[in-house]
């Protein structure tokens, strides 16, 4: 049964900053990974889709990498803004997605 | 233009009743899904459609029974609501069921459903 865990759970940042929020399955047999941004009271927006034969993907600030045989994957931010603050889910592909538990960032001026 | 749209955006209402949320997609999307986001903020696939027909069936009492008239309406019919229904249901859509060639997934605003 695919497990999907988010470290840290939260985490509050200075402006400016460069993080790395990280995300561990237990099943390696994944199709692809992606990462969401949960605001508070809306739904979900996708920011990142890694397909399993692919190591990473780029957009804008946003870094994300996927090691399918330790079964990581991390989202990296670069500069980090206030508006960067949200709650970040990652969630592996197979059949059906399953969501980790998400990070809650904190970016403050 | 919303991609995503589900109504209502709350719901407030008594244990034992029933009630319906409606969802449509204007992407064109072959596959839709219903999702339960509960007090913790866990996010748990319930059903998934594919072009009507239903793919993805959770272990889901059956009280919640999703209906798809046409593959870009997925509603989700709920009957004798009790209290631990209570949570936030997501409705989202992808060109794909998912597989080697996943697509990306959107999801609507949510429904925040309270069973008192």
């Known amino acids: 049964k695919q497990e999907v865990t988010q470290i840290p759970a939260a985490l509050s940042v200075p402006e400016g900053e460069n993080l790395v929020l990280n995300c561990s399955f237990t099943?390696?047999?994944?199709?692809?990974l992606q990462w969401f941004r949960q605001d508070p009271g809306k739904g979900l927006t996708s920011l990142l889709l890694i397909q399993s034969s692919q190591r990473e993907q780029t957009s804008g600030r946003l870094n994300a990498s996927l090691d399918k045989s330790s079964g990581r994957s991390t989202l990296y931010i670069a500069a980090s803004q206030p508006g960067d603050s949200a709650t970040y889910l990652c969630?592996?592909?197979?059949?059906?997605?399953?969501f980790g538990t998400g990070t809650r960032l904190q970016v403050f001026p | 233009d919303t991609a995503v749209s589900q109504t209502p955006k709350y719901l407030v209402t008594q244990m034992g009743n029933d009630k319906s949320i409606k969802c449509e997609q204007n992407l064109g999307h072959d596959t839709m899904y219903w999702y339960k986001q509960d007090s913790k903020k866990f996010l748990k696939i319930m059903f998934s459609y594919n072009n009507k027909e239903l793919i993805i069936n959770e272990t889901v009492p059956n009280r919640f029974s999703p209906k798809s008239p046409d593959k870009a309406h997925l509603n989700l019919h709920i009957n004798s609501l009790e209290l631990g229904d209570s949570a936030v249901y997501f409705c989202?859509?992808?060109?794909?069921?998912?597989?080697?060639?996943?697509?990306?997934?959107?999801f609507g605003e949510g429904s925040w459903l309270t069973v008192v």
């Open positions: 989202a859509s992808s060109q794909v069921q998912g597989g080697p060639s996943g697509n990306t997934i959107y």
């Open positions: 969630a592996v592909g197979g059949a059906k997605l399953i």
């Open positions: 099943d390696s047999a994944i199709y692809n």
